[in-house]
């Protein structure tokens, strides 16, 4: 199993939909959770950390299940803007720096 | 700019030649890391460091991979007697330390082209 897996889309969804990606991760000892955003030909970015108890930052929601080990992305209300590759980060295991990043879900909102 | 730089944004090289990198990573940010990423691919982990130590590095950091960070500030990525399969973007990050949940802040990435 890969350390962290996503389905890699492309999802094309309209304007103002919403839109949820996934990512699993296989290292149950995993603390730290991110989500990255990338466009096209750049740096990945930071888009917002995932906290145990899930964590809204305005039209994006991040859930974390333990239990289940996957990571949740919900975005509303999507823009034209929001087109990007989405990329889940977690840490390698307890106390490990080590990031590993998963291949990335593309999205394309659509006029 | 207080961000994350690196240098050179773009670097063609021809097989077998040796090429360097260079990471200039914000002032205050303790860990390094080394990414390489690939088409269509997440960035891969190659090389962290802690100041000057470096505290783990990927399988993936072949013999001919060497990273240094000799003064606990800029880091040197070099690559020896490049191969085409290392033809991809190498991405600096730095993070402060603040435990495993900081996030880390990315250059724009070196180039690489080996022809």
């Known amino acids: 199993r890969k350390e962290v897996e996503q389905d890699p889309g492309p999802f094309n969804v309209p304007e103002g939909a919403t839109v949820a990606f996934n990512c699993t991760y296989s290292?149950?000892?995993?603390?730290?959770f991110f989500w990255y955003r990338q466009d096209c030909r750049k740096e990945p970015k930071l888009l917002m950390s995932?906290?145990?108890s899930g964590n809204e930052d305005g039209r994006f929601t991040a859930q974390l299940n333990r239990a289940s080990q996957y990571i949740s992305l919900l975005i509303r209300d999507s823009k034209l803007s929001d087109s990007a590759t989405y990329l889940c980060?977690?840490?390698?295991?307890?106390?490990?720096?080590?990031?590993?990043f998963g291949k990335g879900t593309k999205l394309s909102v659509i006029p | 700019d207080t961000g994350v730089s690196q240098d050179p944004r773009h670097k063609i090289t021809k097989r077998g030649q040796n090429v360097t990198f260079r990471c200039d990573p914000i002032?205050?940010?303790?860990?390094l890391y080394w990414y390489r990423q690939t088409l269509g691919q997440g960035p891969e982990f190659l090389t962290y460091?802690?100041?000057?130590?470096?505290?783990?590095k990927s399988r993936l950091l072949s013999d001919r991979f060497s990273a240094e960070r000799p003064k606990g500030s800029f880091s040197t990525l070099e690559i020896q007697r490049t191969e085409q399969g290392d033809s991809a973007m190498y991405l600096c990050?730095?993070?402060?330390?603040?435990?495993?949940?900081?996030?880390?802040?990315f250059g724009n990435g070196t180039r690489l082209t080996v022809t």
């Open positions: 990050a730095s993070s402060p330390s603040k435990g495993a949940r900081s996030p880390l802040h």
């Open positions: 290292n149950s000892a995993s603390q730290s």
């Open positions: 995932v906290y145990s």
């Open positions: 980060v977690v840490n390698r295991g307890a106390g490990s720096y080590q990031l590993t």
């Open positions: 002032s205050e940010h303790n860990r």
């Open positions: 460091f802690q100041n000057e130590a470096q505290l783990e």
